[in-house]
């Protein structure tokens, strides 16, 4: 019934959030000496960036969401949008919107934890790997 649409307000508050940290953020260098010699610099992955991750989960999610709702006729383009609210079942759209919205929003976020662990760990990895590097020469 309008499920999609406590994923879509998750969306909206991180999308704020990550516009608001985007804008203090600060690139962080980090110099890598290969064995050969050479050196680079390289930046880590901004936490905006990786906010903009879960932004895009949840938006792509809420829209597939969404859409399969307006394929069953749940959602019209006309006032009051949603047809539990003209046919009177108000409350069951916020029972479903209650445990099924809540879930999906929880278990999208869940992901991207995941995601940022991972990511965590492959850039600590790869930066131990160019400190070993370095310490050989």
Known sequence: MACFLVPAAEAV??????????????EEKVKISFSDGIVEETTKIKFSTKLGWLNKLLWG????????????????????FLTAVKNGETADMLAEMESAGVTMAVLVTAIWVCMLIVSNIIEKRA??????????L
């Open 13 to 26: 508050v991180t999308t704020i959030i990550t516009k608001i940290i985007k804008a203090k953020e600060k």
């Open 61 to 80: 999610g809420s829209a597939l969401l969404a859409f399969e709702h307006i394929w069953h006729g749940e959602v019209v383009p006309f006032f009051p």
């Open 127 to 136: 930066l131990r790997e160019v400190k070993l590097t370095k310490e050989a």
